[in-house]
């Protein structure tokens, strides 16, 4: 698992748990009294050395999705950042086996490094079922507003 020096605010409301296993280096969670699905938000690092567009980088993550879910539909997807820090913003909707309908807004924000192989891509995702994630949205857009990395130790970028 990559870690990096990240700097945020976490949203009211919201749990920071035990990542466990899932592969991510924050996990949140929102209980929502008489919802079977706890909505969560999650941040993974990658370290992309290679020259994958950001685009390229949100279709394999709804391709890699798409194999865990009954269902998958891209509902909108937008760039966001800069040219220097390039980042796109999905909305999905998923489906699971089960039949829930779930929301998803995933957010891909790149990392430059000092060469092109050091190169990280941050993966931020809020899910959410649809009436939960509506309500839930200011929340998570504040989270990733509030998102720093740290050049060095204790210096915020």
Known sequence: MMTLPLDFVIPDGWTAVDPGDSGAVFVAVHPVPGEEFTPNITVSVRQRPDNASVDAIADEAVERLARTSAGLDVLSRRDVGDPAAPGV????????????????????LTVPGATPED?????LACTAAPATARRLSPGFQAFVGSLHVRQHEGTPQ
């Open 89 to 108: 913003m999905q909305l999905l909707r998923l489906r699971t086996g089960e039949g829930t309908e779930l929301i998803q807004t995933q957010v891909h």
């Open 119 to 123: 190169r990280l891509v941050l993966e």
